[in-house]
């Protein structure tokens, strides 16, 4: 895909005829994953494997595939496949895929720290929502779709996930303005006493991305974020955003799966073309 970010808001999964898994304790069954709460997790009985099939009830085109807020550890991988006559053949096979990508480029870390293969340290990833993408190189046309898990040092017992997106692409023919913004938000409360003392209510931090998609074609920007966003997703339903879909070191940090922090206007900056802001809020 062209270095351009990309903006999915339609979920098959969602809408999946059936979603089964090989192995579910029975109160968090793998249909949780059809869920926009992640904390509303599948889990399974075993901490080794784990298969998913998916029935999407037509053939459909996707781009991407995307496990949000799981607990596979650094040494485990995925196995993505689809087929159009349930696996009596198979249409595309990614083979087998590290779950995790690597965040070390050469001279990106302080002098003397090295991690082995730049795949991010368990302490860095409880840090963020831990989730594995998979950008297929072409756009595919499948119904059927088969997720194969294997960790076999998961030290935790069991395997676990919030949600599971696969979808159709939407990358913008001109790419974000310069001037995108990242930033982690903090919403713990600070009480500061008569003496002093400071005492802090701690809550969990989020990230938030805000950038400008200016000079789009009035029915490209009409079509895709008026309709497709704005209007079926708003502020109450989620969307996943990934900036740089090309440099996978930065996937763990601005990759966001997360739901519009408001739903702003569109405007017309010149002649037939057309600009948003837009800002995207993580879901944790």
Known sequence: MAEKIIISSENYVDSASTLTADSAVSTLPVT????????????????????????????????????????????????????????????????????????????????GIFTWGGLPSQSIISLYNASTFTLLPSAQIARYIRLNIADSTNSAGYL???????????????????????EFVDDSRVTKSRGGQVFVDEVRKYRRITFDLNHLPESEIFNNIFNNIDRVKGVSKDVLVIPQ?????????QNIYGRLAAVGPIENTTLSRYSRTMTIEEII
Do not use: C
């Open 32 to 111: 949780n994953l059809q869920d926009i709460q992640i904390v509303k997790v599948w889990r399974t009985n075993s901490a080794t494997s784990a298969e998913i099939n998916i029935d999407l009830g037509s053939q459909k085109v996707m781009d991407f595939f995307a496990l949000i807020a799981h607990n596979l550890s650094t040494a485990a991988t995925v196995r993505w496949r689809l087929s159009n006559d349930n696996f009596s053949t198979t249409l595309y096979d990614s083979g087998t895929l590290d779950a995790w990508a690597p965040v070390e480029q050469f001279g990106g870390s302080p002098w």
């Open 160 to 182: 676990e996930a919030g949600r599971l997106i696969v979808g159709p692409a939407y990358q913008p023919t001109i790419n974000y303005a310069n001037g995108v913004s990242f």
């Open 245 to 253: 879909p090309s440099d996978s070191a930065t996937w763990l940090t």
